[in-house]
């Protein structure tokens, strides 16, 4: 478990460079008092354990960057993969408050040669919402513009790499507008935005967030997260306290269905995770702890918890 003692502690993701996992989170001080206030202090914090339970903090990654920059209220949560030639690609959220005073939000790119030291791109950001497809801050009644959270894997094909990303479409209800963003490249610098792998449903989110997708004992399937709250009311009146959700896929290149979704744990833990143990070659999943009985926001990463597959449903062991 991990947690600390005078920050909060929610997103975060994980890197496995073969010897040790990297746990990357935001996090921000208790001295704001407030926990709805740490959204716009976060920093990505840096911790490394040999077994997924116990973690050693160690130098921040990023933190944001001074205006007029993408990221200078904010940066958020992203994922890390490793090029090629060896160099660690961190993607991450830069937040930037603009128009009616709505943070938009934009995928900017850190490059390190050992997952310890971090440089920003010259180039940043590498992708941004693209009005063709995705819901834009002028035609918004959302709280934001919605482009946060990247996953990057590599195409299963060999064809480059793709970006899944929490977006909104441009037309629906507002509740239900909820996408899995999309772009791609052929190089982790370049990026094609490109049309969502997923349509807004009537049983739907108002937002996806921080998507994963991993292909769990052969069989593919989509993780984000998403509030009772920020969810259609179909979706609210099935599952009230729905907050990690599983939605099948056709592979993990999509098309996504997220009419099918269904949930993975309640509104006590918020942005799973999945990784694949070394040794056992099993599948855990991590998340934040969200909120106490009462409703009162805890923070603070969880041990690692078996999934399996039951029937056609991934099923997470909290025993």
């Keep these: ?180 963003g999309h772009a791609v490249s052929p190089d982790l610098r370049s990026w094609e935005v490109l049309p969502p792998l997923s349509s807004p449903t009537p049983a739907g989110f108002g937002q996806l967030e921080v998507i994963q997708v991993e292909e769990v004992d052969g069989r593919a399937v989509l993780i984000f997260s998403c509030l009772s709250g920020e969810a259609s009311d179909l979706r609210r009146g099935a599952s009230p306290r729905g907050a990690i959700w599983a939605a099948p896929a056709a592979s993990t290149t999509g098309p996504f269905r997220i009419e099918d979704a269904y949930p993975l744990a309640d509104d006590d833990l918020y942005v799973g995770r999945l990784i694949r143990r070394r040794g056992a070659d099993s599948w855990h999943m991590l998340a934040f702890r969200h909120a106490d009985p009462g409703g009162a926001f805890v923070g603070g990463v969880t041990d690692p918890m078996p999934v399996h597959w039951h029937g056609d449903r991934l099923v997470l062991d909290r025993s």
């Design 1 to 180: 478990m991990f947690d600390l003692p005078d920050s909060w502690v929610w997103d975060f993701w994980l890197a496995d460079d073969g010897e040790a996992y990297h746990l990357f989170f935001l996090y921000a001080s208790r001295a704001l008092h407030d926990p709805a206030r740490r959204h716009y202090r976060a920093s990505i914090g840096h911790a490394v354990s040999s077994d997924l339970i116990s973690w050693t903090r160690v130098t921040d990654a990023l933190v944001r960057g001074d205006a007029p920059a993408f990221d200078e209220l904010a940066t958020w949560t992203g994922s890390v993969v490793r090029a090629d030639d060896g160099t660690w690609f961190l993607f991450f959220t830069g937040i930037r408050l603009e128009g009616d005073g709505r943070n938009v939000q934009r995928v900017g790119i850190a490059t390190s040669p050992d997952l310890m030291t971090w440089t920003k791109a010259t180039v940043n950001p590498v992708t941004e919402a693209d009005a063709r497809w995705y819901e834009r801050l002028d035609v918004s009644e959302w709280t934001d513009e919605a482009w946060r959270d990247p996953w990057v894997f590599r195409d299963p094909d060999g064809d480059g790499w793709h970006m899944l990303v929490t977006a909104r479409a441009r037309r629906g209800e507002t509740r239900t507008r909820g996408v899995v």
